[in-house]
């Protein structure tokens, strides 16, 4: 594939990614939610996971420790989700939804979804198909240092 491609593909990545993070934030204000696309992302992992270790959470929501860390701490504050220690090894923590937490999920997951629907918009099973193979392979060619070019 020729540089001129490789460099579209990114932008083309990066705008529609951006343009779908702004979408979802307007319809959460719109519908008075305060979340982030982020956010959005480790609440939905709880709602499926019920309860799970803030290491196995980022690793389900393929973000770092770290930035999982923060949005947990923001959402513990929030009153959305509740962390506690292990007990048999303080440091790990344990996160779950809360009350609150289950009913923000309830409140955002058919928006969030309608958002999807959205974008879906006049494409196929096909299309999907083709999308998350060529997604796949991209993911699998970084993840393993491997030149696409040669493969």
Known sequence: MDLSKTKRF?????????LIKQDILKRFRDNGIDLTPEQWTVISELADQKTIYQRELAAGTFKDAPTVSRIVELLVNRGYV?????????????????????????KS????????????????DTDYKDLTRILSKISSNISNGHDSQGS
């Open 10 to 18: 990114g932008v083309h990545l990066d705008v529609t990614l951006k």
């Open 82 to 106: 509740s962390r506690k220690a292990d007990k048999l090894d303080r440091r790990k923590f344990l996160v779950s939804l809360t009350v609150k937490g289950k009913a923000i999920y309830e």
């Open 109 to 124: 997951a058919p928006i969030l979804y309608d958002a999807r629907t959205l974008g879906w918009k006049g494409l196929n």
